[in-house]
């Protein structure tokens, strides 16, 4: 079945302490993109990718990071946890540059306290 | 700077009563427009991709349209199970890997 999987779906940590979310996908999508989802905010993009070792920032990147060494692997890094980034987490990817619709991961559910 | 602002912010319709929801957008170019459905405690799942003013798609009781500036969701005699938020997201022309997406509409409907 093809699916974007996201590990764990919840998270509750610590202020400070390193933690990474991560995005598979069996699609063999070049695309792969993170989202946060807040209330009131809708998603916003923090990092996305357009290819292995092809990385740029969406529009919230700050505190976060992302590496992409394979092609359907996307962690996204959180180095130091901060309480605003509690927040729910999306990945998506999609298969070719263009305008072509992007297929979601189940969320993250991150708490930092 | 692109932006996409969607109206109402949330819609209770009774089973069965039409309904439009709204996303009008600023973008320098437009590569696409997309809509999803959003249930609950759920990723975003693909509804409609549009290109160009004037277009249409349809899909069960929904329709999407597109004009220059704003895009609209037609929601046709609805069903409980049309119960969800639905987003609306551009992508710029000059932009390959940005998507911009708007807050979202709650749509409630009841039997």
């Known amino acids: 079945e093809a699916q974007v999987t996201q590990n764990p779906r919840y998270l509750i940590t610590v202020t400070g302490k390193k933690l990474t979310v991560t995005c598979s996908q069996n699609?063999?999508?070049?695309?792969m993109s993170w989202y946060r989802q807040d209330p009131g905010l809708g998603l916003r993009q923090i990092y996305y990718?357009?290819?292995?070792?092809?990385?740029d920032k969406g529009d919230v990147p700050e505190g976060y990071k992302v590496s992409r060494k394979e092609k359907r692997n996307f962690p996204l890094i959180l180095e130091s946890p901060s309480p605003n980034q509690t927040s729910l987490y999306f990945c998506?990817?999609?298969?070719?540059?263009?305008?072509?619709?992007?297929?979601f991961g189940p969320g993250t559910r991150l708490t930092v306290l | 700077e692109d932006q996409v602002t969607q109206s109402p912010e949330a819609l209770r319709l009774q089973e069965g009563e039409s309904s439009s929801l709204n996303c009008s957008y600023t973008?320098?170019?437009?590569?696409?427009l997309f809509w999803y459905r959003q249930d609950p405690g759920k990723g975003p799942e693909f509804l409609f991709t549009?290109?160009?003013a004037g277009e249409e798609k349809e899909k069960e009781r929904l329709k999407a349209t597109l004009t220059k500036k704003e895009s609209f969701l037609h929601i046709t005699a609805p069903k409980p199970e049309d119960s969800a938020t639905y987003l609306c997201?551009?992508?710029?022309?000059?932009?390959?890997?940005?998507?911009?997406f708007g807050a979202g509409t709650q749509v409630v409907v009841t039997p």
């Open positions: 990718s357009m290819n292995v070792e092809v990385t």
């Open positions: 998506a990817s999609k298969g070719r540059q263009g305008a072509y619709e992007q297929f």
């Open positions: 549009l290109y160009s």
């Open positions: 997201a551009v992508q710029a022309a000059n932009s390959w890997g940005k998507l911009q």
């Open positions: 973008v320098s170019g437009l590569r696409g």
């Open positions: 699609m063999n999508h070049e695309y």
